[in-house]
């Protein structure tokens, strides 16, 4: 007998309305403390590298974090694969959190940055378990109604992340930014340890080490590109070259390990997978010009409008507003149609308008017309967001949902990270000539206003005389507009990518209930729910019908030892090439009927 169909037959969980709940109390926790850790330092960092005396390192505060947090996503999703989610999601927790009041402690600015990459560590896990569980308790076909309260919620932090941290810097003390994850970490870790009704379960599999080695080398390098180049050093310095050498090389060595080894932090096979592979580069073309775009737009809203680091902050409410309104709707309604591809479609042409529209900013631009472009691009990011998760874990088998929703998360942030890099370097390329033009027609010269971009800040910029401040404040806006255009073609890819993806049957059976380890509860439908005769299924693949299972699982049981009717059973295949059915494991969704 199969290890899965002695999974069914105990059936330890059952999963009831008021079960799910409080495990997505306890995720939503969990990805708030995440997703404002990424924002909250920005408004903060002045000050924190001023009392550390850290200036000329300050860019490590959001460097190392990124950087740890990349680099773990694929292994929290692979370990959770393995061994169960419960237990090392516990242990991410438990890690930010420490993290966090470890960065509060902080005496001197490099035992900042060691927390900093400490929390981090957990950071990364915290996202890619908290998606991962929700497939494991939730069907895709009801998982948009979750997914789009997770979107809001990213939002909702992204946002309240910097107007937090210039709260706490102005009015408390800027460790609060870190201590105030501790209290709000300790809930969530109570939540999850008594309410978080999850499997575990041994492996027999080798862990993937020469995988690990290569893919975080390859990470750690081009994190470091994106970050340092054109900042700390000359794009064509030896250390950058050096740098992007060393990542290619590590990559190479990387995917070639993957094709050798039995067991891969990232399966090749999956790349087989035509919805997979679509959705993972839509997602790395929305991190790319979704996170390149609005990096440097509340700088120019700070800039044209004056107002101080906090109020910056509230100043993207309505990007937030739009993501929050589309994300949850369109959850709402994909969970109640049982389609998908429309969104992502509208999402990535009206967030490419939206960018569009944003060439035509001038110094002159009423803030009002500002919210309705970032509304905007916030309206059609929320259709895109989420719905990809969805769609790519409703594409893969249960077996691997960790493993698929880490490595689309892992490279979104690998196009943020280059994103980033690349509109940075574009950008203040043409701030630098666009200043030195504007001084050069300032009264007396450039050495009237005496700025340059090095020390161009909204507090310089304000402090100079009227005219001298209007030409840089124009300055700033020719830079940035035209910039815009250069992320369009990213969102005009990522449109015509998603023409081409397949419109699944959404699955209705939830990952935990489909790999046989637990059942539903009476309030939601009984154990009988996802309980099928799988007699019929088999005979039709047989005939060379469409089988009821398919996508690339793992670890196929043997011929005789198949799943028998009447029982809550799955079906896997053997590396992900070749289903039992004969079916091509690139083409079939692996779902219960």
Known sequence: ????????????????????????????????????????????????????????????????????????M????????????????????????????????????????AWRGFQGLGGGGLMILSQAIIADIIPASERGKYMGPLGGLFAISSVLGPVLGGFFTQHMDWRWCFWINVPIGIIAFAIALFALKLPSHKSDKKVDVLGIIFMVAATSQLILVTSWGGHDYDWNSPTIIGLIIGTVVSA?????????????IIPIFLFKNKTFVLSTVIGLLLGLGMFSAMAFLPTFMQMASGTDVTGSGLLMLPMMAGVMLTSIVSGF??????????????GTLIAGLALAWMTTLT????????????????FGLGLVMQI????????????????????????????????????????????????GEAMSQAPGGAAAGGASTDSLTPESVASLPGPIHDLVVNAYADALAPSFWYMVPVFVVAFVLAWFLPQLKLSDVAGMVARGEAVYGEDMGGPT???????????????GGDSAFGDSAPGASAAGDGPSPQRLSTVTIEDGTASRSGTDPSKEQYRLK
């Open 1 to 72: 007998m199969s290890s899965a169909t002695q999974t069914a037959e105990k059936a330890p969980i059952v999963l009831n309305k008021k079960t799910i709940a409080l495990i997505f109390s306890a995720l939503m926790a969990a990805m708030f403390l995440a997703t404002l850790d990424q924002t909250i330092v920005s408004t903060a960092m002045p000050t924190i590298v001023g009392e550390l005396d850290g200036v000329e390192h300050q860019a490590w505060l959001v460097t190392i974090y990124l950087l740890a947090m990349t680099i773990v």
């Open 74 to 113: 694929p292994l929290y999703g692979k370990f959770g694969d393995m061994w169960g989610r419960k237990v090392i999601f516990l242990v991410a927790i438990a890690i930010f959190v420490v993290g966090s009041f470890g960065s509060g402690m902080a005496q001197t600015f490099w035992e900042l940055i």
């Open 252 to 264: 190479l060595i990387f995917v070639y390990v993957e094709t050798k080894v039995s067991n891969p």
């Open 333 to 346: 309604i994909v969970s109640k149609t049982g389609k998908y591809k429309v969104y992502p479609l509208f």
């Open 363 to 378: 110094a002159d631009t009423s803030m009002v017309l500002i919210g309705c472009m970032i509304f905007t691009m916030g």
């Open 388 to 435: 990809i998760v969805l769609v790519i874990q409703n594409s893969v088998a249960p077996e691997l949902v960790g493993t698929a929703t880490s490595t689309n998360n892992y490279f979104r942030e690998i196009g943020a990270s280059v994103g980033t890099a690349l509109f940075g370097s574009i950008f203040t390329s043409r701030l630098a000539d666009k200043v």
């Open 529 to 543: 729910r996802g309980v099928v005769d799988v007699s019929d299924d088999f005979a039709a693949a047989s005939a």
